[in-house]
Nanobody, 125 residues
Framework: QVQLVESGGGLVQAGGSLRLSCAAS????????MGWFRQAPGKEREFVAA????????YYTDSVKGRFTISRDNAKNTVYLQMNSLKPEDTASYLC??????????????????WGQGTQVTVSS
């Protein structure tokens, strides 16, 4: 069992930045593909970014490319999401997730086995 705990959310003005962190329990963090998803009220869960087990491959949804950066520190069992140039439409609860299988798409939330509780990001205009 893996426990994921997100932190770093908050209220920020448009154009500002936030850095989200997700700390994982256990000694097998380096074997998981890690992803960030977001969900706004009344909307479906949306893929934001993912990173391979070694950190050498990253994936982004088009709306955040060039603004968000996902990274990981396997020694600290932590994955990060640096968010710059934030927009009001980025407002959502951001959830961290771990995917144990190598196969499949890191963009599909159905592929992930473990989820955090989420951290709220609110961007004011």
């Amino acid at each position: 069992q893996v426990q994921l705990v997100e932190s770093g959310g908050g209220l920020v003005q448009a154009g500002g930045s936030l850095r989200l962190s997700c700390a994982a329990s256990g000694r097998t963090f380096r074997t998981y593909t890690m992803g960030w998803f977001r969900q706004a009220p009344g909307k479906e869960r949306e893929f934001v970014a993912a990173i391979s087990r070694s950190g050498d491959v990253t994936y982004y949804t088009d709306s955040v490319k060039g603004r968000f950066t996902i990274s990981r520190d396997n020694a600290k069992n932590t994955v990060y999401l640096q968010m710059n140039s934030l927009k009001p439409e980025d407002t959502a609860s951001y959830l961290c997730a771990a995917k144990t299988w190598v196969e499949g798409s890191p963009r599909r939330y159905e592929e992930y086995n473990y989820w955090g509780q989420g951290t709220q990001v609110t961007v004011s205009s």
